[in-house]
């Protein structure tokens, strides 16, 4: 992780999945009061051919957000549950996808 520029912080990977890693870091006073001052942070993974993947992100908004008022309980819930409907949904578009392939390669 660099933010704009400076030293960049290595982060440890907490969990990987085959389609992607999760890093995970102390959230420090002094993190924050870097996030909030910055313009950009970038976030480099390193591939499986070990090439870097920059990932560039704005800080634009980042101290109103922090430092703002808390998302209210519902709306989080709601937020969650559509996301979790959505998912169900993919699953089932891959489900039924990979039986419709199945079935065709039976046929042939």
């Known amino acids: 992780m660099q933010i704009d520029g400076g030293k960049g912080q290595k982060l ?10 999760i890093a ?7 993190v924050i009061a ?9 976030f480099t993974s390193v ?8 990932i560039k992100m704005t800080l634009s908004g980042f101290t109103g957000v922090f430092d703002g008022p808390a998302m209210e309980q ?10 979790q409907e ?4 993919k699953a ?3 489900r039924k996808k990979l ?3 199945q079935k065709a390669a039976t046929q042939q």
Do not use: H, W
Not at 24 to 30: C, G, Y
Not at 47 to 54: I, T
């Open 34 to 42: 870097s996030l909030k001052k910055g313009n950009e942070v970038v």
């Open 74 to 83: 519902s709306k989080l819930q709601e937020t969650q549950r559509k996301l």
């Open 12 to 21: 440890d990977y907490g969990i990987c999945m085959p389609d992607l890693c």
């Open 47 to 54: 591939n499986f051919q070990r090439a870097p993947n920059p």
């Open 86 to 89: 959505e998912m169900q949904k």
């Open 92 to 94: 089932e578009e891959a």
């Open 24 to 30: 995970e870091m102390p959230l420090t006073d002094a």
């Open 99 to 101: 039986e419709d392939a």
